[in-house]
Every structure is written in C-alpha cells, then in structure tokens.
C-alpha cells in the first residue's frame, strides 16, 4: 500500500497539516522539521502524486514555445505539431502558446522572452540560434525561476535545463560515413551547404561531418560551408559557381532542413547523377526529392517526440522532479528511396 501523508507524520512525530506544508514548501517551518519529514518520506519511499495534487488545487501549467516564423517546411511542420499537441495538453492541466519570432532578429527574440518573464510561465522550449543577447535573456528566465529547454538546436553557452532533440554530432557523422560510402573510392570533393552558420545544429553537424570525413574518407576534401539564408538567388549562383570552379565535386551535404532551392538548381542546371546528395529532415520537399532521386539520403528526427519530450521535460523541472533521460532522448533516423513508405512525414 502507498504511504500517505498520515504515515509521514506518525513517522516524523509532526502533524499531517506539517507534513503538507514542507511538501508543498511553505514557509513557517523549521529546518529541523523540514529535515524529519523529508526522511520520514524518504524512509517510507512516498511519492507524490502531482496530478492529484494539482487538481486539487485546480493549478494549470502554462508553457510556451518560441520558434522561428516564416521559416521552412520543417520549422512549418514543427509550429504545427506544437498547436497539436496543445489542444491534447489540455486534458493534462497544460496551457501552450506558441511564439514565433524574427529567425534572425535577437531583438525580437529577447523582447519576447523578457514579457515572458513578467507572465505566469511555468516552462519556455526555444529554437534559436545563441546570441550574447539570447544568453543573458536566459540568464535572467532562470533567475526568476522559470525552467527553459533548448530544441532541435542546442545552446550550449547558456544555462539551459536540458537539450531536446538529437545528437547533431553524431547526425553530421552519419551524414559522413553515407557520404562516404555511397561517393565511391575516386578522389573529389564534397560541397557544403547551410542556411546559416550562426546555428548550433549547423555547426555541431559540420564538425561531426568533418571528423568521420577526414578520419575515414580522407580522399574526400570537404568545401568551406556554403550559407544560403534562404536566399534562393544567392544559393543557385553559390553552387554553380562552385560546380564550374571544382569539376571534381562528387557529393553535396546540406546541413539544413530548407533544400527547395538545392533540390531546383541540381534539376535545373546538372545532371542528379553526378552528385551524392544528403540532406536533413524528412520534409514534404525532401520526401519528393527522395522518390523521384534527387536525394539519396535524408537523416531525420521526430517532431512529435520533440514536442512531446520538451512539454514532459518543462512540467517536471517546474515540479522540481528528475526527467526520464531515456524516455526524452531522440533518436537519429535514416530514410531512403527504399524505406520511404514506412516513415511518415516530419513526424
């Protein structure tokens, strides 16, 4: 049978409405009863139950996402996920408010946080790039107590509870290792391309991608990063000039999920099968560009998981609980032409 508060008491030699006050940590209680009542429940392995508990005190959590607006497909597909899963959050007492902002203003961004800040907030999940500006703003959230988690991107120089999403490491060395196997022996070179380098996901990739490159495959030279920023008039002349320049390029790695324009120049301009092309994301334009075999790869993550993990992740920091690090880590997908109809779209 479960302990109860009861029990606590009879074992600490205090009253039950003693008990509730240190468990709910209100005021009015010596340290030395605070520390009779937390071995009593430790002794007797009492768990609470939050949810009870916030029931009765019909308490609702409120948590927002703050993601970038007017991004690609898969920021597209993320935001939509995030508006999903609030309306099923509902039947847990959670409130979610999705937040776009400016992707490269970190004015915007560090506006948005700080009116967060005065709110009642109970957990913030943030997808940006790190800024001096992002760092302090953190800073800040965390000392008034309101619990942030980074997704998809980390944002390793703040002080972050936890990270959502996958290894981007490891993603870039996977992207290696197809890289280099499916480019063959022939010596040649790889271009690069990134939305932006400012990004931490873009970063740790090219480092993992770098690593696995130079290590196993090293008669692959691996191009400076080409940043795009969505430009698609930039990008198209960005690789043709490389692909004029280097007759030598044998695969193409793009570091982000935005590859429309990638995918157009290669039909438009050069033959798909000279080019090993891997990408991220399964978003509906990489899935096309999968089947019809512009893509010969695409390593992905699931967005619901992410979404789900960073809800989990929040309410448990809120109630000062430890997370479930195996339930929240995100696994690194591999999708191709052969195993597209098993794996659905961004989710």
Not at 66 to 94: C, K, M, W, Y
Not at 117 to 127: F, K, L, P
Not at 173 to 202: C, E, N, W, Y
């Amino acid at each position: 049978m479960r302990p109860k508060i009861v029990d606590i008491a009879r074992e600490a030699g205090v009253s039950p409405a003693t008990v509730d006050r240190v468990l709910n940590g209100r005021a009015g209680v010596s340290d030395g009863t605070v520390s009779r009542v937390s071995a009593a429940a430790k002794k007797l392995a009492y768990v609470r139950d939050l949810s009870a508990a916030n029931l009765a005190k019909k308490r609702m959590y409120r948590m927002a996402f703050v993601i970038p607006e007017h991004g690609g497909q898969f920021q597209q597909a993320l935001a939509t996920e995030v508006l999903d899963s609030a309306s099923r959050a509902l039947n847990e007492r959670t409130e979610i408010e999705l937040l776009p902002v400016a992707a490269e203003d970190p004015h915007a961004l560090v506006r948005t946080l700080h009116a967060l800040s005065e709110s009642a907030v109970d957990g913030i999940a943030i997808m940006a790039p790190e800024t001096p500006l992002l760092r302090d703003a953190v800073r800040q959230l965390k000392e008034s107590g309101i619990p942030v988690v980074a997704i998809v991107s980390t944002l390793p120089n703040t002080i972050c509870d936890h990270f959502v999403g996958i290894d981007n490491i490891a993603a870039g060395k996977t992207a290696g290792v197809l890289m280099g196997r499916f480019a063959g022996r022939a010596p040649g070179k790889i271009l690069v391309l990134s939305r932006s380098m400012q990004s931490h996901d873009s970063v740790e990739r090219r480092s993992g991608f770098d690593d696995v490159m130079q290590k196993q495959f090293p008669h692959l030279e691996v191009l400076p990063t080409i940043e795009g920023h969505d430009d698609a008039q930039r990008i198209r002349r960005a690789i043709n000039q490389t692909l004029q320049l280097h007759n030598d390029v044998h695969g193409i790695y793009s570091l982000s999920s935005g590859n429309q324009q990638l995918g157009d120049t290669l039909s438009q301009c050069h033959n798909t099968d000279d080019f090993v092309v891997i990408a991220h994301e399964l978003t509906p334009y990489n899935r096309s560009a999968l089947e019809t075999g512009t893509f010969d790869a695409v390593i992905t993550q699931n967005i619901g998981h992410i979404v789900r993990s960073a809800i989990r992740v929040l309410r448990a920091k809120s109630d000062r609980l430890e997370i479930h690090r195996g339930q929240e880590k995100v696994r690194i997908e591999i999708v191709l032409k052969e195993n597209l109809v098993a794996v659905n779209h961004v989710d």
